[in-house]
């Protein structure tokens, strides 16, 4: 096998590389683009789901504070399944408030 024939094979893999981790970011930007699309269409309807906070309980257990459509909820999220544990509605504060509801930073 001569030099020339490696390099080429070489060369082609290289190219073949990069031509498939290009492809892959321009999926992600797409991916990406379309998933803020869908979000700001659910905002627009008066439907936003905010995650607020999520406390571990265990390897698989967790509680997790929602906020939607105004509505603050306390989850229990669980591998058998989700269930409501406290509801605040809208215009009612959780009993422990927040500094940034955007950072989830309690007070």
Known sequence: MSFGAVFSSLLAVVLAL??????????????????????????????????LRAMPLGQSERVVLIEAQGEVMLVGVTPGGISLLARWPEGSEPPVSFDNRESGSWK
């Open 18 to 51: 990069v031509v498939v981790l290009a492809l892959a970011w321009a999926a992600i930007k797409l991916l990406r683009r379309w998933q803020d699309r869908f979000q700001q269409g659910i905002e627009d309807a008066g439907q936003p789901i905010r995650f």
